[in-house]
């Protein structure tokens, strides 16, 4: 059975379904782990949801940022934007099993027998692999919570607290949590979080002593099983961090890029061209 990590899909149908073909995906012995961002911007949201939804059990994904501020949209706690394109997935007869689906959808996923690990944006470098999974479980109640998730999700546009502390607790600890599973990307040593940078340069390192979270990352390093982080997110990066123990699949295909998939059985790449966001937008306006 060969485990594939796909990256960030953000509504590409018909480049997810190149790369199922290219990968000759067989459902029967093969399984899928998506890092995330399924929605948001892209072409075919509706497509893309209900092919996620028809792979059932061979499929499974974490939340993004993307996701989840599609169900702050699906709440009516904040107005749907455009560029997004989300209204018609809203206006779908599919919507209640999508609702459903990422309501359910964890932060953080650990392979039930492979060294793998997949979250959208990254771990808290701060934190042991336990506490990342204890916080990403304390997060997923909140979202299958319908109280709890309405105010998680009204107050969660807030970069603020930038910084982890046990202590933290309600809603300040749910943010930070939900920050660091699906925004993260730049952090100091000291573990203080950074949302205004997306792109890594020699001087936000040697100046402000800013990396990329896996530089500072702790998960992995000299423990006796070694776990594979797979993240997306960060299309910025594009192809910079392929390291043994950390891979950034998301290479931005909703921007024009690729659609890539990693598999973890035998560290091989596949990638298809993405068709370009304009021209698949035209096909859409003529449906
Ligand atoms: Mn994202």
Redesign the pocket.
């Known amino acids: 059975m060969a485990t594939y990590c796909i990256g960030?899909l953000h509504a590409c149908y018909n480049e997810f379904m190149r790369l199922l073909e290219l990968i000759k995906f067989d459902p029967a012995k093969d399984e899928i782990y998506l890092t995330?961002?399924l929605i948001?911007r892209g072409p075919l949201p509706v497509q893309t949801m209900q092919a996620v939804l028809e792979l059932k059990d061979k499929a499974h994904a974490v939340l993004?940022?993307?996701d989840v501020n599609f169900l702050a949209v699906a709440a009516g706690i904040v107005t749907p934007r455009a560029k997004d394109n989300l209204e018609v997935l809203l206006k779908s007869p599919i919507l209640p099993e999508v609702l459903e689906l990422f309501y359910h959808t964890p932060f953080l996923l650990q392979h039930p027998t492979k060294q793998l690990i997949v979250t959208?944006?990254g771990i808290y470098p701060l934190w042991e692999l336990s506490t990342a999974r204890k916080m990403a479980k304390e997060l997923s109640k909140i979202m299958r919570d319908p109280q709890r998730r309405q105010v998680l999700l009204t107050n969660m546009y807030n970069d603020s607290p930038d910084i982890y502390s046990p202590d933290l607790s309600g809603l300040r600890r749910w943010r930070f949590a939900l920050n660091t599973f699906?925004?993260m990307r730049l952090c100091y040593r000291s573990g203080v979080l950074d949302f205004k940078n997306t792109a890594i340069s020699p001087e936000l390192v040697e100046k402000d002593g800013l990396y990329p979270w896996y530089e500072l990352g702790n998960v992995s390093k000299g423990k006796k099983k070694q776990y594979t982080i797979v993240f997306?997110?960060?299309a910025a990066l594009n192809g910079l961090c392929h390291r043994p123990f950390f891979k950034a699949i998301?290479t931005g295909c909703v921007w024009g890029d690729r659609l890539s998939a990693w598999c973890f059985d035998n560290d091989k790449f596949y990638q298809v061209k993405s068709t370009g966001y304009i021209q698949v937008k035209s096909q859409v306006s003529k449906v």
Do not use: I, V
């Open positions: 960030d995330g961002d948001g993004g940022n993307h959208h944006a699906t925004r997306g997110h960060w998301d």
